[in-house]
């Protein structure tokens, strides 16, 4: 096991083109930013090509490194791809369709031909047997144990990779749910077996099986590749601590996470969550829209009163997964987003992207359809040398011959045309994006800041602010490999609940007391496995809420009290203002609900601190002819770390992972602590 005193700390986020890492030196407080590109076949190849190069790099001995986070999209990819194994589902009789009947939710209300449910467990692999819980959990008639070892022998022979078990009210009494599994442990022995009552312990049927199917069916693909990066660390002679980084935006062992790999879903971009809600509370900005966009994908996260909106169920391909994690809106605009014309002369951007092989096309691999990040160079925001510091060379022609033959011919437009409308489309998305996260919170943009952030993000986020009425936009520090840097300095973190539909009056007060003891002595119970000393402990409470007679409840934070009167007062208080906030209206007359009491257990590791780096005011490096405003400007371009205490747009700033695009109009100036604000010339701070 590591030393937790070594020197080095690594954050790494994997992402659909490029694999960031964030390597923190703890006896001087310097972080070093690297990129290295994304192996898609096997992404722990990738992480340990950039570990190689920090190493080399830097000049550190492996076994100096003590901590490696690491924020992972393997999960992610294999729903995606359905790169899953062969499943099976035991439910209850009568209720082994409960995947295929979901929630008659009509996605498509005036199609004649709707999306047909997504279903990961085909109906000759889902099956039911005898037995029931009620629901305040007693026995309604006994688990039918022969039929579970009937089916065990089936799975066994027919090659199933996995099974899942979600019968109903499990959350109230797992029993039946635990022996199916003993039997299914004892007749079908290597076959790992899921449980709803572990995995997604809450009420609603079909969102705790979904999230239970999606945990047992990544159980074995999560596992694998774990296998294989634990190898290869212990091969490079990385002995350091790993953890992996969950939709919640905390970290979690290994063990953990091939226990329950569903938790990763949302792995990579919280990170970028984690960073921006630190950042707004370094620069006491509590209202931040923290938009990070690669090359593959564009994610909004917003930040409230310095937190990141957290919910209790997202979805992943139209699948229900209930469990905490970030709130997080992805659309597939990034870099390497391909541009072309539909046969009736309509220009679109995305979803589709070039990814990291062959990638854009002036990465000369190959690549022939024009993407974001070709339009760029074109338009002259991009410098071809200096692309990932001059590490990566670029093609300008290749570029734009792309856009030229692909969208300008077709369109009967100029070259530089072609490539501003390219932009135009992707921002006017990305600005649609950001509205939706916004307004379905009842909050106005113009209360709001942009934390921008990823490789591209800096070349689009004023124009962003401006289609948005926002005044102020955040360049934090190292943009480029910014969730890697949240990545870096999380914590651990487990989630447990008790779902329980009680009055929130001072009836429900015994109870209340006795769930939140539970819950607490399980959060110190995980994290005491996981090594984490009783000081470094932190347990907050929430509840889920609403109105009597609602069908969807608010997360209602609670913090550290112990349920009593007083602050149970103050809970309903907040879940009326919540409410208002949310929805427009609130009811302080009526009865509220409480539906299930959560609780976050956070194990605190430790925090050397970041030394901001020291800007130098040297002045503009160049000059070069850039594409603005609908003509050719030269415009200064500056290093980042040798920036003047403010500059005035139109202005281009270069750092080794991003490129900030400073318009007319804008002043740049540089926070203490080193991040870059931009503000419309005229407006306050």
């Known amino acids: 096991m590591a030393d937790l005193r070594a020197r080095y700390r690594i954050g790494v986020d994997v992402g659909g083109t490029f694999t960031d890492l964030m390597v923190l030196d703890a006896e001087t407080g310097a972080v070093h930013a690297l990129k290295t590109p994304t192996t898609p076949s096997d992404p722990s190849e990738g992480l340990l090509a950039g570990i190689a190069e920090a190493v080399e ?18 999960a992610t990819n294999a729903v995606l791809e359905r790169k899953l194994p062969e499943g099976a589902m035991i439910a209850n009789a009568g209720f082994a369709d409960v995947l295929e009947i979901g ?20 109906r000759d692999r889902r099956y039911g047997v005898e037995g029931r819980m009620r629901w305040d959990g007693s026995e309604e008639a006994p688990l039918d144990e022969d039929a579970v070892r009937r089916i065990a022998r089936e799975v066994s022979e027919s090659g199933v990779g996995a099974v899942a078990i979600a019968f109903l009210h499990a959350y109230r009494d797992p029993a039946h ?10 007749a079908a022995p290597g076959i790992p077996v899921s449980l709803s009552s572990e995995v997604s312990p809450e009420i609603r049927e079909y969102e705790r099986a979904s999230t239970t199917v999606l945990n047992a069916l990544l159980v074995p ?76 994908s564009f994610d909004v996260s917003v930040v409230r009163g310095g937190e990141s909106t957290v919910v209790t169920e997202g979805e992943i391909d139209g699948l229900p997964v209930r469990l905490p994690m970030v709130e997080m809106r992805t659309i597939g605009a990034g870099g390497g987003s391909i541009a ?52 990566l060379k670029l093609d300008a022609g290749l570029a734009r011959a792309a856009v030229a033959e692909r969208i300008a011919a077709p369109l009967g437009l ?21 509205k939706l996260s916004l307004f379905e919170k009842g909050a106005d943009p113009r209360d709001f800041a942009i934390a921008a952030f990823g490789g591209a993000g800096g070349l689009h986020a004023v124009s962003l602010a401006e289609e948005l009425e926002i005044a102020e936009v955040i360049f934090p520090r190292d943009p480029g490999t910014f969730s890697a840097r949240g990545i870096l300095t999380a914590d651990i973190a487990h989630d447990v609940a008790r779902s329980r539909l009680l009055d929130a009056d001072g009836s429900a007060l015994p109870v209340l007391a006795e769930l939140a003891a539970e819950l607490v002595a399980e959060g110190h119970e995980l994290l005491a496995a996981d090594g984490i000393a009783g000081d470094a402990r932190e347990v907050r409470l929430a509840a889920d809420m609403r109105y009597r007679g609602q069908a969807y409840e608010l997360l209602v934070p609670w913090g550290e009290v112990q349920p009593d009167g007083p602050s149970l007062a103050r809970l309903i208080a907040d879940f009326h203002d919540l409410h208002q906030a949310r929805y427009a209206h609130s009811d302080r007359g ?80 540089m926070s203490p602590g080193g991040d870059l604000l931009a503000r419309r010339e005229g407006d306050r701070p």
């Open 414 to 434: 100029g070259v530089e045309e072609a490539a501003e409308g390219i932009l135009a489309v992707v921002n006017a998305h990305m600005a649609s994006a950001i």
């Open 340 to 391: 072309s014309v539909a046969p009736g002369g309509a220009l679109s951007v995305g979803p589709g992207s070039a990814g990291a092989d062959p990638g854009p096309a002036a990465y000369g691999r190959g690549g022939t359809e024009p993407t974001v990040t070709d339009a760029n160079i074109v338009l002259g925001r991009l410098d071809p040398d200096f692309f990932l510091g001059g590490a």
């Open 590 to 669: 009526a009865p509220v609900e409480i539906v299930t009491l959560r609780a976050t257990a956070r194990g605190l590791l430790p925090k050397p601190s970041i030394r901001p780096p020291a800007a130098t005011g040297a002045g503009a490096k160049a000059e070069r002819r850039v594409w603005i405003g609908g003509g050719w400007r030269r415009l200064p371009i500056y290093d980042r770390d040798r920036l003047p205490e403010t500059v005035d747009g139109p202005v281009l700033v270069e750092e080794a992972h991003a490129t900030l695009l400073v318009p007319p109009g804008w002043r740049l100036a």
């Open 221 to 296: 693909v999560v596992r694998l590749y774990l296998g294989r990066l634990e190898a290869r660390l212990r091969d490079a002679g990385l002995e350091a601590r790993l953890y992996l980084v969950q939709s919640n935006g905390g970290v979690t062992t290994p063990a953990q996470a091939a226990r329950l790999p569903v938790r990763l879903l949302l792995s990579g971009p919280s990170g970028g969550a984690m960073a921006a809600a630190e950042l707004a509370r370094s620069l006491r900005r509590p209202n931040l829209v923290a938009v990070d966009m690669g090359g593959t």
């Open 103 to 122: 929630r008659h939710v009509r996605r498509e209300p005036y199609t004649l031909k709707p999306t047909p449910q997504t279903v990961l467990v085909p």
């Open 57 to 74: 790099r830097l000049a550190f001995e492996p076994g100096e490194v003590g901590f490696i986070l690491h924020g992972t999209t393997i």
């Open 177 to 186: 749910e635990r022996r199916a599994a003993g039997i299914l442990a004892e």
